[in-house]
């Protein structure tokens, strides 16, 4: 590992209690029953934690959205043709995405991310995640997804845009993965790390049948064994090394996108499944990180379950999102600007001339 | 029952499924795999066959919150003195209450609404639902909770209103309750209508112990009994007199709302389970009025799952709110929202480029 990586674990704060305890004392004086808005009140507290301090006014927030082509999509475990992961990373930044329209109705920045497409887009709005990295990762039922020294600096590269956003003023982060055959290397992730066996974490992802869960199942297998992952090998491993191994390099730079707000101090968003991967592997290498996380959705693949379970978080939101992107944390931020609100502009019984119970 | 109410029940249109079809195309054609949004994308087909067209642009929404006082809040039935209805309502105008922020921050119209309160504030923005109504409701384990004739004129001003909304470019409309003891007299009427065992339908509303609900379940067993509604007898009656007998002024004016915006295909976010009450008189009026329904939020009390249950709806969101008002209907709107947007504003795979499975 690297020393920037190692200095950041490091720097990793643990939420603190008294600041959420002070929200729902604010929140507790605000004329309405004690506890009346459920989990918004929940979540008004852990910002409030997570913050070091009660919120002030609303915190501005992003959508970091990374994408990355995934040498396994050879192996025919998606619908779509591995073209399509460049392609929609010009369409997140011309704005005719899912996760485009939702960020902007969310009124939160977008920040488009190539972390090693194989063709990329020559469009306006992309930023790479590092100099110098590779364009796609390897088939992982041949070997490894990407080099050690590659994995490590996109986590940096990750660690480095989220402390540039909160200098920034950004406030809240969501974070949104895009990949062709992405969700086999989340699952190879989850497998290992966990441990789990690959029938227990593969799902449809975009749109596989019956047929194509099995043979991702396969893959999925193939991968850990040729990568010596197998069994519970994985889940005693080092999680950079499971990453470089199995994982992806969108995943890579997402974890270290965690790993940077949080030590800011500023909240994680997670969306789906892939971006449940990366938080496995944040989660691995400093455990207090999980602590800065909020789940925005619950994914239909069935991995999700046990990766939430794992970090300790319950999701906002159950609609059924199976797309990615980013766009279940985008559909959050309105819940997070509403918990902010109620903070900040509600009246207390005293101020309303409201009689308590 | 009077002309102008027969008239509107006559209008209620039917959802168009020829709309929802069109809408359902039209995402298909947008860069996400199918149904990859879930919920959102069902809201969208949904709106769309509401209002009998594809929606083009934002709709334009409002919250319409009524509060009305209750004669069965001398029974003991809430931990709050009836006074906080009141002053609760000079709070919604005055911008301190959780709905006046929520409805703030999604950018919505409130309408406050005094149905009957026993001391009404002196605020500007608040409107009366009806001229010469009655200033809170009787006592229902004594006798009727309001005269026929303010019932049907209660419903007919939420009808009223609704239409106001509609010609006004209102083009959703979430509805709210306040009323100290009003998960009472909602108790009731659900129970008379389902019907259902008091003791299946009654729970803690803004706070009461074990011994306050039990109490609430023979508050509401003498209630039904005393207006011959218990036993199945509730069922096989007309909905307007149950209301009359064991509901209250808010639930008439808001069981108004509802069919007045059911009949210009105008979309209701239903709040929680007061405002379910009034969908089931309103269903009992006018079947298709669920139709235009959209359930918000899942309740708490446990006869909110009966209620929806028999209308039809699974709610959007399942965060434990139980403040009413219509905060959960406020909550929504930013997903009512995304899911226009995502139909309007979203890219084509053809004119993104982007490659179909």
Same mark, same amino acid.
């Given at each position: 590992m690297s020393t920037n990586l190692d200095a950041a674990l490091v720097r990793i704060p643990r939420p603190r209690a008294e600041a959420a305890r002070e929200a729902g004392r604010l929140l507790d004086a605000k004329t309405k029953p004690k506890g009346s808005l459920g989990r918004l009140e929940e979540l008004a507290c852990r910002l409030a934690a997570i913050r070091g301090e009660v919120p002030d006014g609303p915190l501005p927030p992003a959508i970091v959205v990374a994408a990355a082509d995934h040498g396994v999509a050879g192996e025919g475990v998606s619908p779509y043709a591995q073209a399509v992961t460049g392609q929609m990373l010009a369409n997140f930044a011309s704005g005719g995405a899912a996760v485009? !329209?939702?960020?902007?109705?969310?009124?939160?920045?977008?920040? !488009?991310?190539?972390?090693?497409?194989?063709?990329?887009?020559?469009?306006?709005?992309?930023?790479?995640?590092?100099?110098?990295?590779?364009?796609?990762?390897?088939?992982?039922?041949?070997?490894?997804?990407?080099?050690?020294?590659? %994995?490590?600096?996109?986590?940096?590269?990750?660690?480095?845009?989220a402390e540039e956003l909160a200098a920034d003023g950004?406030?809240?982060?969501?974070?949104?993965?895009?990949?062709?055959?992405? %969700?086999?290397?989340?699952?190879?992730?989850?497998?290992?790390?966990?441990?789990a066996d690959p029938s227990d974490v593969c799902g449809p992802g975009t749109g596989l049948d019956a047929s194509g869960v099995s043979r991702k199942v396969e893959v999925v297998r193939a991968a850990l064994r040729v990568n010596g992952l197998d069994g519970d090998r994985g889940a005693s491993s080092d999680p950079v090394d499971v990453l470089a191994a199995v994982g992806g390099l969108e995943i890579a730079f997402l974890t270290g996108v965690m790993l940077g707000a949080a030590s800011r101090r500023v909240p994680v968003l997670l969306d789906g499944f $892939?971006?449940?991967?990366?938080?496995? $592997?944040?989660?691995? @290498?400093?455990?207090?990180?999980?602590?800065?996380?909020?789940?925005?959705?619950?994914?239909?693949?069935?991995?999700?379950?046990?990766?939430?379970?794992?970090?300790?978080? !319950?999701?906002?939101?159950? @609609?059924? @999102?199976?797309?990615?992107?980013?766009?279940?944390?985008?559909?959050?931020?309105?819940? !997070?600007r509403?918990?902010?609100?109620?903070? %900040?502009?509600?009246?207390?019984?005293?101020?309303?001339?409201?009689s308590r119970a």
């Open positions: 485009s !329209v939702l960020t902007r109705e969310a009124g939160a920045r977008l920040v !488009v991310i190539d972390a090693g497409v194989v063709d990329p887009p020559r469009v306006e709005g992309v930023r790479a995640a590092i100099r110098n990295g590779i364009r796609g990762s390897g088939n992982i039922t041949h070997g490894a997804a990407m080099p050690h020294s590659i %994995t490590v600096a996109l986590i940096e590269g990750g660690i480095a845009l950004i406030a809240i982060v969501g974070v949104g993965d895009m990949g062709i055959a992405n %969700t086999t290397a989340a699952s190879a992730v989850c497998a290992a790390l966990l441990p $892939v971006t449940g991967a990366s938080a496995l $592997v944040a989660a691995g @290498l400093a455990p207090d990180v999980t602590g800065s996380m909020i789940a925005a959705t619950r994914s239909p693949e069935p991995g999700h379950r046990f990766v939430l379970e794992r970090l300790g978080l !319950v999701p906002l939101l159950d @609609l059924g @999102l199976r797309l990615g992107e980013g766009s279940g944390a985008a559909l959050a931020l309105p819940w !997070v509403a918990a902010v609100a109620i903070l %900040t502009d509600m009246a207390t019984f005293e101020a309303a001339g409201v």
